[in-house]
T-cell receptor, first 113, second 114 residues
Framework: KAGVTQTPRYLIKTRGQQVTLSCSPISGHRSVSWYQQTPGQGLQFLFEYFSETQRNKGNFPGRFSGRQFSNSRSEMNVSTLELGDSALYLC????????????FGPGTRLTVL | DQQVKQNSPSLSVQEGRISILNCDYTNSMFDYFLWYKKYPAEGPTFLISISSIKDKNEDGRFTVFLNKSAKHLSLHIVPSQPGDSAVYFCAASDSGGSQGNLIFGKGTKLSVKP
């Protein structure tokens, strides 16, 4: 079974631009969660999608948004990029999102200049 | 306020010996706990999990112990190998309100010396 895939793996953007990251979950998994990892804050939850609906949301500004498609693939968008948005963005999938194991993709390394 | 704490940022162990990584939590609603291993520039890799109805789960060289009364869990790696060198994250969830949201500790960097 293929694992979670994320594209692109690396991105360089400048302040003020917007970016879209993509995540394909493990086949059969309906829950997709997004996390931001930075050296200072560790892994922080952004949001979770299940059956094309955002079901849970972390404490991030509205510049961070996402969506999920009918095939469970998910995209995350960050608008008006700031230097502090530089991070590793991780996507994880699970069967239901309710206390079951999440499997992570390799992440997208975003650098904002 | 951190709900999941890994108080040791780093741990160094000799190859062949036991590695013990510790994790404390504050939320008594957590009912599922996981350990992940992470190499630089990669996503976390799932290692082992434990449900709150158990106190021990074993998978090969990895064993997780859960002490609910102390709100403490630990990961034992026996014997430790140089390839185990990585950052280990403890994570927790509750089936009630944290859908899709694993709460992570800050991680412990394990170095296994040959």
């Amino acid at each position: 079974k293929a694992g979670v895939t994320q594209t692109p793996r690396y991105l360089i953007k400048t302040r003020g631009q917007q970016v879209t990251l993509s995540c394909s979950p493990i086949s059969g998994h309906r829950s997709v969660s997004w996390y931001q990892q930075t050296p200072g804050q560790g892994l922080q939850f952004l949001f979770e999608y299940f059956s094309e609906t955002q079901r849970n949301k972390g404490n991030f500004p509205g510049r961070f948004s996402g969506r999920q498609f009918s095939n469970s693939r998910s995209e995350m968008n960050v608008s008006t990029l700031e230097l502090g948005d530089s991070a590793l963005y991780l996507c994880a999938s699970s069967l239901t999102g309710n206390s079951d194991t999440q499997y992570f993709g390799p992440g997208t390394r975003l650098t904002v200049l | 306020d951190q709900q999941v704490k890994q108080n040791s940022p780093s741990l160094s162990v000799q190859e062949g010996r036991i590695s013990i990584l510790n994790c404390d939590y504050t939320n008594s609603m957590f009912d599922y706990f996981l350990w992940y291993k992470k190499y630089p520039a990669e996503g976390p890799t799932f290692l082992i999990s434990i449900s709150s109805i158990k106190d021990k789960n074993e998978d090969g060289r990895f064993t997780v112990f859960l002490n609910k009364s102390a709100k403490h869990l630990s990961l034992h790696i026996v014997p430790s190998q140089p390839g185990d060198s990585a950052v280990y994250f403890c994570a927790a969830s509750d089936s009630g309100g944290s859908q899709g949201n694993l709460i992570f500790g800050k991680g412990t960097k394990l170095s296994v010396k040959p």
